[in-house]
């Protein structure tokens, strides 16, 4: 979501600011405003509404220079859509900051720092901070202290940089369920909520814990924990893809992802499988042992990781006969919990910082689960720091606000540890190797799926003018017709539904007429004669089918179904394989309608508030 950056150097920081900026776009904005402190000590702010581009334009016509400032690209939570909304946020000429989180008490701040004076140009709750710092700066305290004794009276969640013309040089931040990077620098020092932000000119890190505050200068970096106590965090070395952050001679970064997948799933099982088994040390020490007691399963995670996650539920009952739960994290951290004994807790997220995702964690941790687990894509991020276990997903920076390949990236992990924990069974030996085997032939499946763009393409002009669409599937292809409709209706906002397909006649056959098109997938499975059955029931009523099926199951073309012929693949493989045809399929109708594929409205890559 929000994104932060912040530097303090000796030289002219505006260009490091905007670069930062734009390695955030991803993230999902709607507005981007940057602030200085210039040498005479006062701020030079500057905000504007939409990309980060524009804000551009606007420094163009306002020259900005100073040696320290902070920058942020806003997701609106409180306040609509507009220029005084837009960080930074100031409380007159004594504080400037920027903030990611929410502020849940801010109303009752807001009331009292009104009685005291002070004046709010804004509808947010980052103000609120700003004039919270300013009040106890007005009492002499240090911009250290003013910002310590501020975030003792804040309920929620925070990332905050602030700066003080009173005390020039330095930036204070702090940081509590929302993730706050320092970044180290040659006479220079930078602050961001991300890694990717500090690229260009860094690539040590040091990641600040729960509680934190730092306070950067161009020469020293001071940190204190939560007890206001002098810690010492170590500092990292973080390698970055190369190429990740060019599109090359796709059109969106969206496409580019979809194209990747057979590489990134080749990286994700580098290293984990030997010639016939799954190798548990990429896990870590001990984690083998930890994991042979596991006797059932949770899993939580929020969108597409949701819709991975029941995927891997069939995997887990079906192959490991553990049962298996599947929880919606914003759900989970909400409700009573009974946890069975010997449980796994599992966390599934790309970003690492899903606020939902990463508070639900937090609750597994005093329930009494057995260990948990992450599944993620960013090795430094809150989910790998704060679980007991974590196994990466190596699919290199996702750019496209839509996931893909993180998608197939994180049901190739989820097969792999299916593997792992079916070592108990009697008859393990053979189901590890026949998933080693299935994981082996994974790539080339999906690239013989890519060889259907062209056809996919074609279809996709029957979804230009459609406002609605239902997706069908059974058994494992359930959470895939889920991932499938939520794919169309993120990039292309057409009205798109998943749907069990032995669900249709409980309610959503009153939907299906000549302008709902069905999408159905279709795999060789023994459920194959199950779905046939339900599609006729759309026939019969008139509705358009779009069928995804394997070749090896007869379903001809004609005037009521248009029937895309899949290579077949083993049932174990076929959801990772078989989501590729309608990530393009949802690819094609958004370029046709002209949408924003990559960066879609109302959207953000990395969800970082409630």
Not at 62 to 78: E, K, L, N
Not at 509 to 530: S, Y
Request: glycine residues 6%; hydrophobic residues 45%; contains cysteine.
């Amino acid at each position: 979501m929000c994104g932060i950056v912040g530097a303090v150097a000796d030289r002219e920081v505006t260009p490091i600011l905007i670069e930062g900026l734009k390695r955030l776009e991803y993230r999902g904005y709607d507005s981007a405003g940057v602030a200085v402190q210039d040498s005479s000590g006062e701020f030079k702010r500057c905000r504007a509404v939409g990309k980060v581009a524009r804000l551009e334009e606007a420094l163009l016509a306002d020259s900005i220079r100073g040696y320290q400032g902070i920058a942020h690209t806003r997701w609106a939570t409180h306040g609509g859509v507009t220029e005084s909304n837009a960080h930074p946020h100031v409380s007159g000429t004594d504080v400037c900051l920027v903030h990611n989180g929410i502020i849940e008490n801010y109303q009752a701040l807001r009331t009292e720092l009104t009685e005291l004076g002070f004046e709010f140009s804004s509808d947010t709750d980052t103000e609120v901070i700003a004039h919270l710092i300013a009040s106890y700066l007005q009492q002499s305290q240090s911009l250290l202290d003013a910002v310590r004794n501020t975030i003792k009276r804040l309920t929620g969640a925070y990332a905050l940089a602030v700066m003080s013309p009173a005390h020039p040089d330095r930036i204070v931040a702090a940081r509590l369920g929302c993730p706050l990077v320092v970044g180290k620098g040659i006479g220079e020092n930078y602050l961001a909520s991300d890694v990717l932000a500090l690229r260009a000119v860094t690539d040590r890190f040091i990641f600040l814990e729960e509680g934190d505050v730092v306070e950067i200068q161009r020469d020293n970096i001071s940190v204190w924990n939560v007890e206001a106590e002098t810690v010492v965090r170590a500092d990292v070395k973080v390698e970055f893809e190369r190429d990740d952050w060019s599109k090359g001679n796709y059109r969106h970064f969206m496409q580019k992802e979809i194209f990747e997948q057979p590489r990134v799933i080749k990286d994700t099982l580098e290293g984990r499988i030997s010639a016939n088994a799954v190798m548990a040390q990429a896990l870590g020490h001990n984690s083998e042992e930890v994991l042979n007691k596991v006797k059932a399963v949770t899993i939580v995670a929020c969108g597409t990781s949701f819709y991975a996650a029941s995927v891997a539920r069939y995997w887990f009952e079906s192959v490991a006969k553990l049962p298996c739960s599947v929880e919606i994290a914003s759900e989970f951290r909400y409700r009573d919990s009974t946890v069975l004994p010997d449980s796994l807790f599992v966390t599934l997220s790309q970003s690492g910082e899903t606020a939902d995702t990463l508070a639900a964690l937090r609750v597994a941790k005093k329930l009494g689960y057995r260990a948990t687990l992450t599944i993620c894509n960013v090795a430094t991020s809150s989910m790998v720091r704060e679980s007991d276990i974590a196994l990466l997903i190596n699919a290199g920076s996702e750019i496209g606000v839509a996931s893909t390949k993180a998608f197939t990236a994180q049901l190739t992990d989820l097969l792999w540890l299916t593997a792992l924990l079916a070592r108990n069974l009697s008859d393990s030996s053979d189901s590890e190797v026949f998933i080693v085997e299935s994981l082996r032939k994974l790539p080339a499946a999906i690239e013989r799926m890519l060889d259907l763009d062209g056809p996919i393409q074609k279809l996709a002009l029957n979804f230009i003018e459609k406002d609605h669409a239902l997706f069908l599937g059974r058994g494992p292809m359930y959470p895939i017709a889920l991932e499938g409709a939520l794919k169309l209706k993120e990039i292309s906002y057409i009205h798109a539904e998943g749907y069990a397909a032995g669900e249709l006649k409980h309610g959503p056959l009153a939907l299906v007429d000549e302008d709902m098109p069905v999408v159905a997938v279709a795999p060789n499975d023994e459920l194959i004669e199950k779905l046939q059955s339900n599609l006729q029931e759309v026939s019969a009523r008139g509705g358009k089918l779009f069928i995804f099926a394997s070749e090896k199951v007869a379903m001809p073309s004609d005037s009521e179904a248009q029937v895309i012929s899949l290579p077949d693949v083993d049932p174990l493989i076929a959801p990772i394989a078989y989501v590729v045809p309608l990530q393009l399929l949802a690819y094609h109708v958004a370029v046709l309608k002209g949408t924003d594929v990559d960066q879609p409205r109302n959207l953000a890559k990395s969800v970082t508030v409630e």
